[in-house]
């Protein structure tokens, strides 16, 4: 199966600054990946399809990169609301993986 | 709006069976596959089978192969788990997902926890 990986674990940033979070595939996926936000006690929620287009109602702060085996989210000017653990997922072939995760706190 | 709402979870002793429903509403269920994902906090999100849209094809991850069966009835707008031979490491929330334009999960449910204890 291909394997995940995304950097860092943990992203301490403060409200206002820029955030890039990382995602590497173990083989290639094209463009055939996603990114999805998780906050405390709730469901995930897709933010990027395609590596790169936004989902119904994301805001543009959130962009996303890549192709390949290396993909990035970016978050522009982080809000109090974008402070969650955002996953990647590929959906390049069976079985469907996702990333561990990357946590956005509060520094 | 998309609405996913899983019920059937709760504590069943190891090999012991149980079948998460998940009702879909605001979208045009027979039209899109279905996905299972489930998430706990040693391992995160581990995506546990998929369903096309007509249920002519279903695909497994190799943990729960030949124990669990996804199906779904559009008649009724409800995608189906059945969890047999349950184990200890199936302990977990599980969420029913949508396709999106591709095969991507679009849309998710609010999960329901599985706990395999004795």
């Known amino acids: 199966e291909i394997v995940m990986t995304q950097s860092p674990a943990t992203l301490p940033v403060s409200p206002g600054e820029r955030a890039t979070l990382f995602c590497r595939a173990s083989?290639?996926?094209?463009?055939?990946l996603v990114w999805h936000q998780q906050k405390p006690g709730h469901a995930p929620r897709l933010l990027i399809y395609?590596?790169?287009t936004r989902a119904t109602g994301i805001p543009a702060r959130f962009s996303g990169s890549g192709s390949g085996t290396e993909f990035t989210l970016t978050i522009s000017s982080l809000q109090s609301e974008d402070f969650a653990v955002y996953y990647c997922?590929?959906?390049?072939?069976?079985?469907?993986?996702f990333g561990q995760g990357t946590k956005v706190e509060i520094k | 709006q998309v609405q996913l709402v899983e019920s059937g979870g709760g504590v069943v002793q190891p090999g012991r069976s149980l079948r998460l429903s998940c009702a879909a509403s605001?979208?045009?269920?027979?039209?899109?596959?279905m996905h299972w994902v489930r998430q706990d906090p040693r391992k995160g999100l581990q995506w546990v089978a998929v369903?096309?849209?007509?249920?002519?094809?279903?695909y497994y991850a190799d943990s729960v192969r030949g124990r669990f069966t996804i199906s779904r009835d559009n008649s009724e707008n409800t995608l189906f788990l059945q969890m047999d031979s349950l184990r200890p490491e199936d302990t977990a929330v599980y969420f029913c997902?949508?396709?999106?334009?591709?095969?991507?999960?679009?849309?998710w449910g609010q999960g329901t926890l599985v706990t395999v204890s004795s």
């Open positions: 997902a949508s396709y999106g334009v591709g095969r991507y999960i679009a849309y």
């Open positions: 605001g979208f045009t269920f027979s039209d899109y596959g």
């Open positions: 369903i096309s849209y007509d249920a002519t094809n279903t």
């Open positions: 083989e290639s996926v094209t463009t055939n």
């Open positions: 395609g590596a790169s």
């Open positions: 997922q590929q959906y390049n072939d069976w079985p469907q993986t």
